[in-house]
C-alpha cells in the first residue's frame, strides 16, 4: 500500500492550494479516504472525509466553507482543494484511507504554510 501526497507548499494568506494524494495497493474505490492535518506542537486533526460509497463528505469546522475534498476513483486519487488560506491553516497534511478490510494507511504528508 501505498499513498503520495503533493501539492504543498508556501502560499500568502487568502490564497488556495490543492493537495493530491495518489493511491495504490488496495481497492480504492472502497477505501474511506481523508485529510489529517498536524500543526508544530499539536496533535493531528481530521480536516476532510469523503465516504466510499456515496462520496459523502464530512469537514472540520474550522474549514467549512473553504475546502473541498473530492476523490477520483479511475484516477486513484483524492484531492483537498483549499481556498481562502489562514495562518492557522499552517501544518502538515496527512492523506488517510480507510479500507474494506478495516486497514488504516497513512501517507508521509506535505507542508503547507501560510504566511506573508
Known amino acids: ?13 487568502g490564497g488556495s492550494l490543492r493537495l ?18 498536524q500543526a508544530p506542537g499539536k496533535g493531528r486533526e481530521l480536516v476532510a472525509r469523503v465516504s466510499s460509497v456515496s462520496d459523502s463528505t464530512n469537514y472540520a469546522d474550522s474549514v467549512k466553507g473553504r475546502f473541498t475534498i473530492s476523490r477520483d476513483n479511475a484516477k486513484n486519487t483524492v ?4 481556498n481562502s488560506l489562514k495562518p492557522e491553516d499552517t501544518a502538515v497534511y496527512y492523506c488517510l484511507a480507510y479500507t474494506s478490510t478495516r486497514s488504516n494507511y497513512w501517507g508521509q504528508g506535505t507542508q503547507v504554510t501560510v504566511s506573508s
Open 20 to 37: 493530491s494524494c495518489a493511491a495504490s495497493g488496495f481497492t480504492f474505490r472502497s477505501a474511506a479516504m481523508s485529510w489529517y492535518r
Open 79 to 82: 484531492y483537498l482543494q483549499m
Open 1 to 13: 500500500v501505498q499513498l503520495v501526497e503533493s501539492g504543498g507548499g508556501l502560499v500568502q494568506p
